[in-house]
């Protein structure tokens, strides 16, 4: 079955870098978008970052700047390097992958919790 593994997460301060990892396996049908939401305590799940099937990327406002998405089709990963981390970066982040069929799949997510 399709398997998506979130890496990467943890606690920073602010102003620290990290980078997240997210692998798909299992059969997943070729890959178009893929994207990282997060979600911190309290709100709504939101888009940080997407990355095309031609690797054109695209950011939210609040991370622009800071924070770059990557994929390697080869093994079906994309990357979020997130530095000049902030507190309100705090939140669970998720990847989401998009096959050319239509179908979504979620990752775990994986916590990043950045101190002050």
């Known amino acids: 079955q399709v398997q998506l593994v979130e890496s990467g997460g943890g606690l920073v301060q602010a102003g620290g870098s990290l980078r997240l990892s997210c692998a798909a396996s299992?059969?997943?049908?070729?890959?178009?978008?893929m994207r990282w939401y997060r979600q911190a305590s309290g709100k709504q799940r939101e888009p940080v970052a997407v990355?095309?099937?031609?690797?054109?990327?695209r950011y939210a406002d609040s991370v622009r700047g800071r924070f770059t998405i990557s994929r390697d089709n080869a093994k079906n990963t994309v990357y979020l390097q997130m530095n000049s981390l902030k507190p309100e970066d705090t939140a669970v982040y998720y990847c989401?992958?998009?096959?050319?069929?239509?179908?979504?799949?979620w990752g775990q997510g994986t916590q990043v919790t950045v101190s002050s």
């Open positions: 990355i095309t099937s031609g690797g054109v990327p």
């Open positions: 989401n992958v998009l096959n050319v069929l239509g179908h979504n799949y």
């Open positions: 299992g059969g997943i049908f070729s890959i178009d978008d």
